[in-house]
């Protein structure tokens, strides 16, 4: 049996999802390599599903896919510095940073919220996704959106000891 090459609308379509995914994953893994393993992951079970989906539903289950390993690697971790890490110190942030060593500790803070705060973060604040998609996104209600993002941003702003 031969396959027939996808017509060039159809390739333009799946290169522009990919480049829309891409940049999502970017922002929810804060890694290349991990962004392009998460898309990957997420075309090959979009297709292994029909293929024919909205830009919504593969930002979905990006997003899902991402927080199923956020929890096994988070878990992962817990298990680890119970197991074998001493606790480590926490030092108060530096006043005189410039701007590279604060988008630095901006990325590490972000990159310590919790997977669902997080992602709340990055699909409404980076994707600039309204609060009604992300709850779709997240199978949550909006109210709940709101509360993550509530909470991520206070957090942030506790961890950076600003008040705005």
């Given amino acids: 049996m031969t396959m027939t090459p996808p017509s060039p609308r159809v390739d333009e379509q799946w290169s522009a999802l990919a480049a829309r995914l891409q940049r999502c994953a970017l922002g929810l893994t804060r890694s290349t390599d991990k962004a392009d393993d998460l898309v990957q992951e997420t075309i090959a079970r979009l297709l292994s599903r029909g293929g024919e989906h909205s830009e919504a539903y593969a930002i979905t289950t990006l997003t899902r896919l991402w927080l199923a ?64 998609a992300v709850a779709a996104a997240l199978d949550c209600d909006v109210q709940t959106v709101r509360a993550h993002l509530h909470l991520a941003r206070q957090r942030l702003r506790s961890m950076f000891g600003e008040s705005a």
Avoid: F, K, N, Y
């Avoid at 005189?96 to 500790?105: G, N, P």
């Avoid at 992602?119 to 600039?128: D, N, S, T």
């Fill in 69 to 132: 390993h956020e929890r096994s690697w988070r878990r992962r971790l817990a298990l680890l510095r119970r197991r074998a890490l001493p606790a480590r110190e926490t030092r108060q942030p530096d006043e005189s940073l410039d701007i590279q060593a604060r988008l630095q500790r901006l990325e590490i803070a972000i990159a310590a919220l919790p997977p669902r705060q997080r992602a709340v973060l990055v699909l409404r604040c980076v994707e600039g996704l309204d609060s009604a």
